[in-house]
């Protein structure tokens, strides 16, 4: 039977947080919807091969001689990928509940969908981590809700400019016709990009907020070695449409977010940006 669903799993290392990733997904999905698993081994050096080994359907692994990095591996895996939907799952990231049915049914739902993600939670806290993400005045983006303790917008389908791909669902032939992730960048940005390239193509990007997973974050050695290389590529790939378009649209939203994170993590903070967003947020000030 065809698969409803591909679940994409680029995986370096820590083999005990993917055994437990694919132990949540078999608990929340097996009997409920048809779907495969396809595990991109990135040149593990642990144990992580003897284990994939042991592996049997719906799983299926792809083996690298050497690294490839979070894009090329997806892109790889996607072509690959029999399901309708291909659901882009961290290795760190644990499932739970109904976390998978709310995301298809935006698709079901809505017209002109791009990336589907949701709401996720540090594993190491009670805080969360992400609700999607915003544009700042200067282009950056943020997580909405990173060290939240509360969660807004429950039972809400809401719109956002991107989300991360850290656990997110796509259709398969709009990723493969997009061209699936950028692979100009290195563990890092990808998932930003492609939500960009959604926008310009007439497609929007949502959260299901009542699907919510946990997330130990950066958990893969090496993950942030190229974080300021690809913010730049970034910026210089979309720094101006971003300006332009995202981060007037999402001033109220990150005004509040900094205000949030001013107010519990101040020393995270800029003193007089945080009074800027002060102003945006009362509508003082525009950008």
């Known amino acids: 039977m065809t698969p409803e669903v591909t679940i994409i799993i680029s995986v370096f290392g820590q083999l005990e947080y993917t055994k437990r990733c694919l132990q949540s997904v078999k608990k929340t999905l097996d009997g409920k919807i048809d779907y495969e698993v396809i595990i991109?081994?990135?040149?593990s050096k642990d144990g992580s091969v003897a284990f994939f080994n042991t592996l049997k359907s719906p799983h299926h692994v792809i083996y690298n001689a050497k690294q490839k990095g979070f894009a090329k591996n997806n892109n790889l895996a996607a072509s690959r990928?029999?399901?309708?939907?291909?659901?882009?799952l961290n290795n760190d990231v644990?499932?739970?509940?109904?976390?998978?049915?709310?995301m298809i049914k935006v698709f079901k739902d809505h017209q002109n969908v791009g990336v589907v993600g949701n709401v996720q939670r540090l594993a190491s806290s009670k805080k969360y981590d992400h609700m999607g993400v915003?544009?700042?005045?200067?282009?950056?983006?943020?997580?909405?809700?990173?060290?939240?303790l509360h969660r807004p917008f429950k039972g809400e389908i809401k719109q956002w400019s991107a989300v991360t791909a850290a656990c997110c669902l796509v259709r398969s032939k709009d990723f493969l016709e997009i061209g699936g992730f950028d692979e100009i960048f290195i563990n890092g940005c990808e998932d930003i990009d492609l939500c960009l390239r959604y926008n310009r193509n007439g497609c929007r990007n949502f959260i299901a907020h009542d699907s919510i997973v946990t997330h130990v974050k950066g958990a893969s050695e090496g993950r942030k070695r190229f974080n300021d290389r690809n913010s730049q590529v970034l910026q210089e790939k979309w720094g101006g449409e971003i300006k332009r378009n995202e981060a007037v649209n999402d001033q109220i939203l990150h005004a509040q977010n900094y205000i949030?994170?001013?107010l519990f993590r101040p020393?995270?903070?800029?003193?007089?940006?945080?009074?800027?967003?002060?102003?945006?947020?009362?509508?003082?000030?525009?950008l």
């Open 40 to 43: 991109v081994d990135d040149a």
């Open 81 to 88: 990928a029999k399901g309708e939907y291909l659901c882009l």
């Open 267 to 286: 020393l995270s903070t800029n003193f007089l940006k945080w009074v800027e967003a002060l102003l945006i947020y009362f509508r003082f000030k525009k």
């Open 260 to 262: 949030y994170r001013g």
């Open 94 to 102: 644990f499932v739970d509940g109904d976390w998978l049915q709310p």
């Open 134 to 148: 915003v544009f700042g005045p200067l282009g950056n983006p943020r997580h909405y809700g990173q060290g939240f």
